[in-house]
């Protein structure tokens, strides 16, 4: 039976070989989306060397966190940010990888504890102009980086995007590409930028190819969702 240790092996071993045919050369970290999966899961696979969780749902986390506290987890919100929830998320992650418009972010910054590190933020891009999706336009990216940048409680780390999904590796490429030209252009604009959340099950290998620093993979690491969850 194949487990969440040998899928993590297995995916660990295809990043490296990735990364090493990549013009980019950088490093490139595994977050492990575990969302809807049970707490053994996330158990099993921080067993096998797996630090970084990411997560969709705010109280779904919260609850997954406060039943594995013995496990100095790094987590990160990888979901839509609804403002009302914009507290906990400050207070309980070390990571946001989908801020996409600047209130979040200042609601964001005024919620970080003092007493605690920088939250490490990615804004979300909409590369493909979608209606239904989360993110900021390209036209609209170096205003909202500036602004971000500006926050004392936040480190305004890089981009993310979640592309159209689709198995033609021409066409994933593209779409990271785009996503990389948006990053590069604000690395020009002196943007002290190093993370392209870029990548999941279905297309890590293109996001790695096009510089991706980190791949959220979640059904390629533990296998089918085993439960539904409410968006909360």
């Not at 490093?27 to 999966?37: G, I, T």
């Not at 060397?49 to 986390?61: C, D, K, P, R, S």
Request: aromatic share 6%; hydrophobic share 45%; glycine share 4%.
């Amino acid at each position: 039976m194949t487990t969440i240790s040998n899928r993590l092996q297995h995916i660990l071993a295809t990043i490296q070989s990735a990364q090493a045919m990549s013009e980019y050369q950088q490093p490139v970290k595994l977050l492990a989306v575990s969302k809807a999966q049970p707490i053994s899961a996330i158990r099993e696979a921080y067993t096998a060397g797996q630090i970084l969780f990411g997560e969709n749902y705010l109280q779904e986390a919260l609850d997954k966190q406060a039943a594995l506290t013995d496990l100095p987890i790094e987590w990160h919100f990888i979901g839509p940010i609804q403002s009302n929830k914009t507290q906990p998320i400050a207070q309980h992650f070390a990571w946001v990888h989908s801020v996409d418009r600047l209130k979040i972010a200042q609601r964001l910054n005024e919620a970080r504890p003092i007493d605690a590190a920088p939250l490490q933020v990615c804004i979300q891009v909409n590369i493909s102009n979608e209606n239904s999706k989360s993110g900021v336009l390209p036209q609209d990216l170096e205003l909202l980086a500036t602004a971000i940048a500006s926050l004392p409680r936040l480190k305004l780390r890089g981009l993310m995007a979640i592309p159209v999904p689709t198995l033609d590796t021409n066409q994933q490429q593209a779409q990271f590409k785009q996503v990389r030209q948006c990053y590069d252009a604000l690395l020009a604009k002196g943007f002290a930028l190093d993370t392209l959340s870029i990548g999941m099950s279905d297309d890590y290998l293109a996001a790695i190819a096009q510089g991706a620093t980190i791949v959220r993979i979640g059904s390629a690491l533990f296998g089918a969702r085993s439960a539904s969850v409410t968006n909360n």
